[in-house]
């Protein structure tokens, strides 16, 4: 099932990526999920990424920022659906260490930049058990 975006998170989220580029930028997807588990995704919020590595292949969001956002969603009968990031000069394919740390049922959106561009946007989820 493919999540719905507005053109304006969409664009948000390809300003995000050019800017971070060349590294990788993360965040966090707001929006609504239906009993059927369709997702809609209203907002985004931008994270720093927090790794402490080379900041092109990994990306860490603050567990903080997580929970401080939750109790701010909660109050507006928001949620987090889903996590975006970039893939400066990759493809927007999962790596190993995506794959790792999927949260089933969140959205996973992987944005690949090239030269600063965003060429290809591609969304992942991996289902509860
Ligand atoms: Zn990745």
């Not at 966090?28 to 080379?54: D, H, M, P, Y």
């Not at 493809?91 to 260490?97: F, G, H, N």
Request: glycine share 6%; hydrophobic share 35%.
């Amino acid at each position: 099932m493919e999540p719905k975006f507005s053109k304006i998170v969409s664009e948000q989220m390809a300003l995000a990526a050019k800017k971070a580029y060349p590294n990788e930028c993360c965040g966090i997807l707001v929006g609504k999920k239906s009993e059927k588990g369709e997702i809609e995704v209203t907002e985004i919020r931008e994270a720093s990424n927090q790794f402490q590595g080379q900041k092109s292949v990994h990306f860490q969001i603050d567990p903080l920022f997580i929970y401080r956002l939750e109790q701010e969603l909660e109050s507006r009968g928001l949620e987090i659906v889903g996590v975006y990031h970039s893939h400066p000069d990759c493809p927007a394919i999962l790596s190993k260490e995506d794959e790792n740390y999927m949260v089933p049922g969140l959205e996973y959106v992987i944005m690949s930049v090239q030269k600063g561009e965003v060429v290809d946007v591609k969304s992942y989820r991996r289902d509860l058990q």
